[in-house]
């Protein structure tokens, strides 16, 4: 069975940050491209960072230079460190790996980040 366990969110004040790690196990990791994704109440999950295995990033717009996505292939760990935080940031965030020769997404359960003073 698949797991992707996120852990690190919670509460912090804007302008505060926090560090989110997923750890999974090596079969949906060493390959597959990681990622986070957050959905917010009455939105859409949408994108916020990726990485590949050889550590090519992505960012969304709305987080780029603010967050910073790492995997650590040893541990079998994918890292968002979010900085500059702000109320607009509050979701829950989903730890994502997606391989790319079956297109298969896999989804982790999601941890909450608030955002608020």
């Known amino acids: 069975q698949v797991q992707l366990v996120e852990s690190g969110g919670g509460l912090v004040q804007p302008g505060g940050s926090l560090r989110l790690s997923c750890a999974t196990s090596r079969s949906v990791f060493s390959d597959n491209r990681m990622g986070w994704y957050r959905q917010a109440p009455g939105k859409q999950r949408e994108l916020v960072a990726t990485?590949?295995?050889?550590?090519?990033?992505y960012y969304a717009s709305s987080v780029k230079g603010r967050c910073t996505i790492s995997r650590d292939n040893a541990k079998n760990t994918v890292n968002l460190e979010m900085n500059s935080l702000k109320p607009e940031d509050t979701a829950v965030y989903y730890c994502?790996?997606?391989?790319?020769?079956?297109?298969?997404?896999?989804w982790g359960q999601g941890t909450q980040v608030t955002v608020s003073s």
């Open positions: 990485i590949t295995r050889d550590g090519a990033t």
């Open positions: 994502n790996s997606f391989n790319t020769w079956t297109m298969s997404h896999y």
